[in-house]
């Protein structure tokens, strides 16, 4: 059978990240091989579904944040494909005007994302590489919903993680903040192996089986990637920390990754 939200050409034996985060979130667009890797990925880090949870939450409070400090027009690199509580969901709440492009290159998360975004207008995704900065600037440029000469909300959350160290993550991270001005905010997460250690090296073992593979990284690490932020409170911290919305009972030495935002100087 098959299904109509699966784009033609997709190898659905072949699993993919933005999938089995998918899937640790309860979401439907998932396919066997996904589930069989995210089974795998749970038995490495028994905590993922929570850490899946808390990472979607940071997401929330960090586009509120942003939409608090006058941002209306974000840039979700990596975006994965949607769930309840998306980017344009929570800050259109907040103000109808605000505009989002999502930025993702794997084929399900496209699809699925034209499909909820059919008749916003102030909301599009782009298929691209988010490191590949030039092509991914170029495409929301074309989209004429980011306008570069005010503030933009860069987000980057539970997604760098993928990035390779050979991919050079600092110049990345980099060229998206020199085509944004002063006052423009990253929001960043990303796992770590500073958090349960064993835990993380597990997973790393295990996502080498996908199309993506993991790289954690030290807050030494996730630290310098912040070179022309100014880090907002309170500071790098593991999920549960960032901002809460009240008192929570979940363990931050259990959360798997860190969360930050940053205001361009």
Known sequence: MTLSWVPEGVDTGLPSAARLYDYLLGG???FAADRALAEKFLKAQPNGRTIA???????????LFLMDQG???????GSGIPTVGNVHEIAQKADPEARVVYVDFEDVAVAHSRLILEGDERATIIQEDMTDPA???AAAQRSG???????VGVLTVGVFHFVAPEKDPASIVAAYRDAVVPGSHLAFSQFTQDLQPEEMAGVVEVMKKSMNPMFPRTKQEITALFDGFEIT???????PLWRPDSENDDDPDKAGIYAAVGRKL
Do not use: C, K, T, Y
């Not at 979607?56 to 409070?61: E, H, I, P, T, Y």
């Not at 919903?145 to 503030?151: A, H, M």
């Not at 409170?233 to 999920?239: A, R």
């Open 71 to 77: 941002i209306r027009q974000f840039l979700d690199l």
């Open 233 to 239: 409170e309170p500071g790098i911290v593991p999920l």
């Open 135 to 137: 092509a991914v600037l």
């Open 53 to 63: 949870r808390l990472n979607r939450a940071f997401l929330r409070r960090a586009v």
């Open 28 to 30: 439907g667009h998932n």
């Open 145 to 151: 919903l980011i306008d570069f000469s005010q503030p």
